[in-house]
């Protein structure tokens, strides 16, 4: 699978792909609100697949504004829309869980 390409500056949301959910960042949580950053003396962003991130805000609804996230797997960022419909896809599996229970 190809890797995302990101930009300094851009926004995203955090959805850990399988490298990130095994080795985690430094200070980056599922579902929060990213920022790419490229930081002096570090790789650019896309490098080998890679970008620095800086949180603005958790995924619990908490501001962060600038906090150092760490270095992330570009996979792992995600739009608004990708987001929600992830969002939608875990809702419908834990009501189709719940509701096989019953």
């Known amino acids: 699978m190809a890797n995302k390409k ?7 949301y955090f959805v850990p792909v399988m490298i990130d959910a095994l080795h985690p960042p430094y200070n ?5 609100f ?4 490229n ?5 650019r962003a896309n490098t080998m697949g890679h970008c620095h ?3 603005l805000m958790r995924g619990n609804g908490v501001a962060t504004p600038g ?3 760490g270095l992330v797997c570009t996979n792992s960022l995600v ?6 419909e992830y969002l939608r896809s ?10 096989a229970r019953a």
């Open 6 to 12: 990101v930009r300094a500056g851009q926004t995203f």
């Open 28 to 32: 980056v949580e599922l579902g929060d």
């Open 34 to 37: 990213v920022q790419v950053v």
């Open 39 to 43: 930081l002096p003396g570090c790789p």
């Open 53 to 55: 991130v800086n949180v």
């Open 67 to 69: 906090t150092f996230g």
């Open 79 to 84: 739009t608004r829309e990708e987001y929600m």
């Open 90 to 99: 875990k809702i419908t599996k834990y009501i189709d869980a719940h509701e």
